[in-house]
C-alpha cells in the first residue's frame, strides 16, 4: 500500500471539488494514507472566451495532467467523465468510473422558473451544440446566446448579461452548492445528456495495478457499463466531446442496458433519437450498433453537413 498519493487537478471550482471528494474518500478509506493535491493548468484553462467548438483540439482540459501522470509528478486525475476525449494516451486509462446520481441538465431561470414559461424569443445561454440542438427543436423560437466559461462565471453572467435562462449539467450544479438555483430538471424527452454526464474518471497509468487496487471501492459497474455503451456510441459517431450529440444508458436490471441517443442540426431542425435495449455484458456493442442506427437514419448526413467526419467504420 502506497502511503502518499499525489492527484493533479485543475484550478476550477468543480475540478477542485471533485479532486477533493476523491482525496477525503481515500483518507476515509485508508487510515493513514496522505493524499496531497497538485493543481496544473491546461490549455482549455486559458483560453475562456472562445466557444468550445471553435477552440476543437482533443483533450484541451486534461493534456497538461495527462503528461504529469505519465511523467510520475502526479498518481492521479480525476475528471468530468464527459470532458474524456474517447481515446486516451497510450500508458494511460480510466480505471475507475464513480457512481452517477445526477446526469441530467438543469435550467436556472429565476424569473420564468421552466422551459415551457420561458417568453417567446428568450435569451437562453448555452455553449453546448448538443443543449443547442435539442431546446431549438422543443422552443425552435429561443435566442440562444454562446455561454462559456466555469461553472461560477456562467452563473454570474445570467445576471450580467440579461439572459432569461441558462442550462448547466446538474451534477456540477449540485456539486459546488449551487443546487437551489435549478429551477427545472430539463425532462430527458427533450434534452438528452453529454456522453458519461455526471459521472467522475478517474485516470491513471495503465500499469499502476497498486494504485488502481486502491482505488476500486470507487468503482461503480453499472455506471462504468452504462458509461462504456455511452462513450462507444460517441467513438463510433465523432471523437470529441463538441457536437451536437447526446446519448443516456441505464442498467435496467441486472442485465439489460437501454441506450438512448441523439443527433441533432444544431438549427434543431433535424432531430435523429433512437433507443435500443440489450444485454449489459455487449455495453460496447450496444453504443456501437446505436451510433450505426442513427447515422444511417440522417446523423451522418447532419455530421458531414457541419463538417465533422465519422472516424471510419472499422475503428475501435
Ligand atoms: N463542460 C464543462 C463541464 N464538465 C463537467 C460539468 C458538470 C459535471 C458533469 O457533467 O459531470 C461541466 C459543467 C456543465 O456542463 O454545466
Not at 10 to 16: F, N, Q
Not at 35 to 54: C, Q, R, Y
Not at 130 to 158: C, E, F, M, W, Y
Not at 277 to 304: C, F, H, P, V, Y
Amino acid at each position: 500500500m502506497r502511503k502518499k498519493i499525489v492527484i493533479g487537478t485543475r484550478s476550477s471550482k468543480l475540478a477542485l471539488w471533485q479532486a477533493e471528494y476523491v482525496a477525503d474518500r481515500l483518507r476515509k478509506q485508508y487510515e493513514g494514507l496522505e493524499v496531497e493535491l497538485m493543481h496544473i493548468v491546461t490549455k482549455g484553462d486559458k483560453i475562456l472566451d472562445v466557444p468550445l467548438a471553435k477552440i476543437g483540439g482533443k483533450g484541451l482540459f486534461t493534456k497538461e495532467l495527462e503528461v504529469a501522470m505519465l511523467e510520475k509528478r502526479v498518481d492521479l486525475a480525476v475528471h468530468s467523465l464527459k470532458d474524456m476525449p474517447t481515446v486516451l494516451p497510450t500508458g494511460l486509462s480510466l480505471t475507475t468510473i464513480t457512481k452517477r446520481l445526477d446526469c441530467g441538465d438543469a435550467l436556472v431561470s429565476p424569473k420564468y422558473k421552466t422551459l415551457e414559461n420561458l417568453p417567446q424569443g428568450a435569451k437562453v445561454g448555452t455553449s453546448s451544440l448538443r443543449r443547442k440542438a435539442q431546446l431549438l427543436k422543443a422552443r425552435p423560437d429561443l435566442d440562444i446566446h454562446s455561454l462559456r466559461g466555469n461553472v461560477n462565471t456562467r452563473l454570474r453572467k445570467l445576471e450580467e448579461e440579461n439572459f432569461d435562462a441558462i442550462v448547466l449539467a446538474v451534477a456540477g450544479l449540485k456539486r459546488l452548492g449551487f443546487g437551489d438555483k435549478i429551477t427545472q430538471i430539463i425532462p430527458r424527452e427533450i434534452c438528452l445528456p453529454a456522453v458519461g454526464q455526471g459521472a467522475l474518471a478517474i485516470e491513471t497509468r495503465e500499469d499502476d495495478e497498486e494504485i488502481k487496487q486502491m482505488l476500486e471501492f470507487l468503482h461503480d459497474d453499472k455506471t462504468a457499463d452504462a458509461t462504456k455503451a455511452e462513450r462507444s456510441f460517441l467513438a463510433r459517431v465523432e471523437g470529441g466531446c463538441q457536437v451536437p450529440v447526446g446519448v443516456y444508458a441505464q442498467v435496467e436490471d441486472d442485465d439489460n442496458l437501454s441506450v438512448e441517443a441523439v443527433i441533432g442540426s444544431i438549427d434543431g431542425k433535424c432531430i435523429i433519437r433512437d433507443k435500443i435495449i440489450g444485454s449489459r455484458a455487449n455495453a460496447k456493442t450496444l453504443g456501437k450498433d446505436l451510433a450505426e442506427k442513427l447515422l444511417a437514419n440522417g446523423g451522418l448526413k447532419i455530421m458531414q453537413s457541419l463538417g465533422l467526419c465519422c472516424p471510419d467504420e472499422n475503428a475501435q
